[in-house]
Each structure stands twice: as structure tokens, then as C-alpha cells.
């Protein structure tokens, strides 16, 4: 693996702090992506709650979170997707994967979760940073790449963070008086952030899974190998996700989602003892960490896509009661 680091004349130890700088700056283009996708979530929510009246008490939750704190999530952030390799980071995108399918595919035609956006913080993360690996694995100068790749990523998300808190504090008064172009964008075209970020993720995953099987793959010696670790945790992993699904429809609240982090980070805990290497194992605790983190970050709006999905189901089960009694 070449990087800046072949410019440099050869000492001990320069080749390991090189691989440092790499995995931290994968980790923070992956948290940047992360703070992306929470920035726009929280304009669309802030704007969705402004407009119901009965839903200003959640306007004001969100309005009134410590922005400070964002520098905070960014650099704990970064530092746990530097820790994790790129095995259990794999797994981990791979893993959302499967569940965010199970879960669109349970849904009734129409709906869509919004807490799904939130539930896949860390998982993005993940995804971005395997996704960087395979893509610059081999680059000649895949430091100065990374490099390159933070900065825009850096930028995206201070953009955004700043329209975010751009929303929260000025978006109700300029709404009103028309005079701010940000505003009047987002008053005509706020609606379509869900579906912008749908479309993102969608692409984000597809490249992360594909990179996830390759650099799995690629430490196994023969196909035996890889059946012997693939068959147990595509087995594991889809009762895993159908037996969380079936718990979810029975309870509300945040309690069901954390119980769901520890299940999964459990079942991957106890497969790679089995399966994988002791450094696999200490990148799962890792990993639970970050997924814990950046859930009880978004606690906020996690109550609020709980909101919303809630009044879109009940809206669509009034609809589609009156559309059985004219048809009776």
C-alpha cells in the first residue's frame, strides 16, 4: 500500500504512523458524511414540526440542542471509525443492509421510516470508510487522496451544519417575510430532503457492499474458507433481523432500538469468537460504542422521525378505511 509516505526516506516506525493518518482521515470522512446526513434530517424535521401545531414541543427540542456538542460527536466519531478495521466495518454496512431491506419491504406501500435515516448513522460511517479502503487500495498516493477527500467532506458538512443552525434560529421569521433565498428554497422544496437522502444512502451502501464482500474475500485462502464464515452470519444475521423486526411492531419508544444494537453486536460478537481474529472481536466492543453514541446523540430527533412516522401510518390507515367504506 503505497502513500505519502514513499516519499519519505525509510524509518522505524514511519510506515505504522502513516497507516495512522490514513485511518483517521477515513474516520473523519466518514463522520463528515455522518453529519451530513443528520444536518439535513434536522432541517427537514425542524421545518416539518413548524408547520403542525401540535408538534411545536418537538420544534423547540430540536431548536434548543447544544450545537457545541457537534464538535464533540465529530471527534469521538472519527476516532472510533479510525479504530474499527475494515473487516468489522464491512460487516457492520453489510449488516444494515439486510435490515434496511427487511424493513422497506415490511412496510405498507406509500410509508417510509424516517427513523431508519438515524438508525444508519454509524453504519454509514462504516460504509464510507470500507468504501474509501477499496477504492484506494493500491492508489500511488492514497494519503494525499484521503487528504483531498476530508477537505470536501469537511466542507460539505460545515455547510450544512450551518444551514442547519441557519433553520433553527432564523427559518420561522424569514419564512414569513420572504426575503431570504435559503428560506424560500426550503419552503418550496423542503419536502423533497427525505427522498435527496434516499437516494444518497442508496448509492453510499451499494458501493459499500460491494467493497465489504472484496475485502472480506480477500483473506480467505479458498472457497471453503469463506462458505465456512458467509453460511453463519447470512444464517445469523436473518433471524437476527426478523426476530428484531417482529419485537419492533410491538413496542414503541427508544428502548426496542438500543435492546436492538446490543442484540446485534452480540450475535457479531459471539460469531467472530468463533469465525474471526481477537482484533475482530475488539473492533465489535468498538463499534458498539459508536453505534450506542451516535444514538443517544440524535435522541432528539430520534423522537421526532418516531412522530412522524407515526401521523403518516395513521394518516394512511384513515385513507384507506375511507377508501373501503365507499367501495362498500
Known amino acids: 500500500m503505497f502513500s505519502l509516505g514513499s516519499w519519505l526516506p525509510a524509518l522505524p516506525g514511519l510506515a505504522w504512523g502513516w497507516a495512522l493518518l490514513d485511518a483517521l482521515l477515513q474516520g473523519l470522512v466518514g463522520a463528515c458524511a455522518v453529519s451530513v446526513l443528520c444536518s439535513l434530517l434536522k432541517v427537514y424535521l425542524y421545518i416539518q414540526c413548524l408547520n403542525d401545531p401540535e408538534r411545536q414541543a418537538e420544534k423547540e427540542a430540536i431548536r434548543t440542542?447544544?450545537?457545541v456538542?457537534?464538535?464533540l460527536h465529530m471527534a469521538m466519531l472519527t476516532g472510533v471509525l479510525a479504530l474499527v478495521g475494515s473487516r468489522v466495518a464491512a460487516l457492520v454496512a453489510l449488516e444494515f443492509s439486510l435490515r434496511a431491506v427487511s424493513t422497506i419491504l415490511s412496510l405498507g406501500?406509500?410509508?417510509h421510516s424516517s427513523q431508519l435515516y438515524l438508525l444508519c448513522q454509524y453504519s454509514l460511517g462504516c460504509g464510507v470508510s470500507c468504501g474509501l479502503s477499496f477504492l484506494l487500495e493500491g492508489a500511488p498516493?492514497?494519503?494525499c487522496n484521503l487528504v483531498l477527500a476530508a477537505g470536501l467532506a469537511g466542507?460539505?458538512?460545515a455547510y450544512t451544519w450551518r444551514l442547519a443552525r441557519h433553520v433553527c434560529t432564523l427559518y420561522e421569521l424569514h419564512s414569513r417575510a420572504r426575503y431570504c433565498g435559503i428560506c424560500i428554497l426550503l419552503l418550496a422544496a423542503g419536502h423533497g430532503i427525505p427522498r435527496l437522502l434516499w437516494n444518497a444512502?442508496?448509492?453510499?451502501f451499494a458501493v459499500a457492499d460491494l467493497a465489504a464482500v472484496v475485502l472480506i474475500n480477500r483473506d480467505f485462502l479458498s472457497t471453503a474458507e469463506a462458505i465456512r464464515f458467509w453460511m453463519p452470519?447470512?444464517?445469523c444475521y436473518t433471524l437476527l433481523v426478523i426476530s428484531m423486526q417482529?419485537?419492533?411492531r410491538h413496542c414503541t419508544g427508544r428502548r426496542p432500538i438500543y435492546q436492538t444494537v446490543l442484540v446485534r453486536m452480540g450475535g457479531l460478537f459471539i460469531l467472530l469468537l468463533t469465525v474471526g481474529r481477537w482484533t475482530d472481536v475488539l473492533h465489535v466492543l468498538i463499534s458498539l460504542l459508536g453505534e450506542l453514541w451516535c444514538l443517544l446523540r440524535a435522541g432528539v430527533m430520534m423522537e421526532a422521525c418516531r412522530q412522524q412516522d407515526f401521523g403518516q401510518q395513521s394518516r394512511l390507515d384513515r385513507r384507506l378505511g375511507s377508501r373501503s367504506e365507499e367501495t362498500s
Open 246 to 248: 417482529e419485537e419492533t
Open 201 to 204: 444512502l442508496a448509492v453510499t
Open 69 to 71: 456538542l457537534e464538535s
Open 233 to 235: 452470519l447470512t444464517i
Open 155 to 157: 466542507l460539505l458538512a
Open 65 to 67: 440542542q447544544w450545537w
Open 141 to 143: 498516493h492514497r494519503t
Open 109 to 111: 406501500k406509500g410509508t
